[in-house]
């Protein structure tokens, strides 16, 4: 099952880190992590300040960029969803809290490797002081339908409930992102880089409907773009993958 996980976590990081492109795709995705400079308030003034004023958007806003500066990313994407419930049309501070839920994803794709590993590195925390593996004792404990290490046994059930954890927990920041872009993408649908990058999301998200649409809009804006090529490439698996895909009809 594990296996089939990392294989989602590769899928879904397709295009994440691509090369600069003709509609400045590159310059948006270095631009949503530079949230200016807004020094010399500190967080907990500003906190005590929303806390105090919760309808103040510039409140928010000011909060979320101190706690970004700071990479505390689950604190300023709290802000950042209060900031843009009361200012549902900044498409800069959507943008900017779909590239920190690309954050926590990422994050979580990080856990999950590290667990993974543990799981892979621990065949039996106690070989290095149990019994040699020529022994009666040895084999045995080497031996799965035989007696288990209750050690190996309870560090690789840690280790699969961390990958689990982080799955999930990855999942949820991959479809908040993608519901992000989706709105970036309703109050400017002719914008190729959000059409882009809800396909990005969408796609690490398993939702591949969206994904081909978002696709397909991306390559009918910017048929020439670089990424063009590599966007009909993962066109093309997405379609293999749904019954009712249709074959790429954008040109370029």
């Known amino acids: 099952m594990f296996v089939l996980l990392a294989l989602v976590f590769a899928l879904g990081f397709v295009f994440f880190g691509v090369g600069s492109g003709s509609t400045g795709i590159s310059d948006a995705l270095q631009n949503a992590f530079n949230f200016g400079n807004k020094g010399g308030t500190s967080i907990s003034k500003l906190q005590n300040k929303v806390d105090k004023h919760p309808q103040d958007a510039t409140a928010w806003r000011d909060l979320a960029t101190a706690l970004e500066q700071k990479q505390r990313t689950q604190e300023a994407v709290t802000a950042l969803e209060r900031y843009t419930t009361l200012r549902p049309k900044d498409q800069g501070a959507l943008a900017e809290l779909a590239s920190q839920y690309g954050t926590l994803a990422t994050t979580y794709s990080n856990d999950y490797a590290v667990a993974q590993q543990a799981m892979a590195e621990q065949e039996s925390p106690a070989s290095a002081f149990g019994p040699a593996s020529t022994t009666p004792f040895g084999k045995a404990l080497a031996d799965p339908k035989a007696l288990k290490d209750p050690i190996?046994?309870?560090?690789?059930?840690?280790?699969?409930?961390?990958?689990?954890?982080?799955?999930?927990?990855?999942?949820?920041?991959?479809?908040?992102?993608?519901?992000?872009?989706?709105?970036?993408?309703?109050?400017?649908?002719?914008?190729?880089?959000?059409?882009?990058?809800?396909?990005?999301?969408?796609?690490?998200?398993?939702?591949?409907?969206?994904?081909?649409?978002?696709?397909?809009?991306?390559?009918?804006?910017?048929?020439?773009?670089?990424?063009?090529?590599?966007?009909?490439?993962?066109?093309?698996?997405?379609?293999?993958?749904?019954?009712?895909?249709?074959?790429?009809?954008?040109?370029?």
């Open 152 to 252: 190996s046994a309870a560090v690789a059930t840690l280790a699969a409930a961390k990958q689990q954890t982080a799955y999930s927990s990855y999942q949820n920041a991959q479809r908040s992102a993608e519901a992000a872009y989706r709105k970036l993408v309703e109050l400017n649908p002719s914008d190729a880089t959000s059409q882009i990058q809800l396909g990005q999301a969408a796609q690490a998200a398993q939702d591949p409907t969206t994904a081909i649409t978002a696709f397909k809009a991306f390559l009918k804006l910017a048929p020439t773009d670089p990424l063009a090529g590599q966007v009909k490439q993962a066109l093309k698996q997405l379609q293999a993958q749904t019954p009712t895909g249709t074959p790429v009809t954008a040109s370029g």
